[in-house]
């Protein structure tokens, strides 16, 4: 039988998986085949963005999903898995895991959750092809932006055409030109 000691230490390990599945982006991989050195390169990767991977054990995953009373269990967590999880940068997060999948051949993608939704490895897929959160906000000011450029052009031009055409005439009268 297991001591106190023990299952408190698994109870706060249970708890700490609580944290990880409440992150905005949660993938889960299978990591069979990956050297400790290709780990430790796609754990830098990950932690560049600011987001986590933690290698997780199964039997503690099923019962923090019991505990939550959630239909997603056993089915999900079989053979060693992974977590790559963010809460602010998760779409570069699932980018970095699709493409680590790609170049290494050795990792794979199961499924994740996206604000606590389960999804399939080809919706994570999809998730990584959309633009990041620098890249959306930079789109949104530039399409704020512009059309108040393309005003202000608008109000100014015909000042700048009078202006024009008055400079113009002031040339020609001081050339002794008539008008």
Do not use: W
């Not at 409440?22 to 299978?30: A, I, K, M, R």
């Amino acid at each position: 039988m297991a001591s106190a000691k023990i299952l408190e230490k698994k109870k706060k390990t249970v708890d700490a998986l609580g944290d990880i599945f409440n992150s905005n982006g949660v993938y889960l991989f299978d990591y069979r085949g990956l050297k400790v050195s290709e780990m430790g390169n796609l754990r830098n990767r990950v932690k560049a963005l600011g987001a986590n991977v933690k290698v997780v054990k199964n039997r503690l995953a099923i019962k923090y999903f019991e505990k939550e009373k959630t239909a997603v269990g056993r089915e999900l967590f079989k053979g060693p898995l992974a977590l790559a999880y963010s809460n602010e940068k998760f779409v570069e997060t699932a980018k970095v895991l699709v493409e680590f999948e790609k170049e290494s051949k050795k990792i794979k993608i199961i499924s994740g959750f996206i604000e606590k939704k389960l999804v399939s490895d080809k919706q994570v897929a999809e998730v990584a092809k959309l633009p990041g959160k620098e890249q959306l906000l930079a789109q949104l000011l530039f399409s704020i932006g512009m059309p108040l450029r393309r005003f202000g052009s608008a109000l100014s031009s015909p000042l700048t055409h009078m202006l024009v055409c008055m400079k113009n005439l002031q040339d020609k009268k001081a050339k002794g030109g008539q008008l």
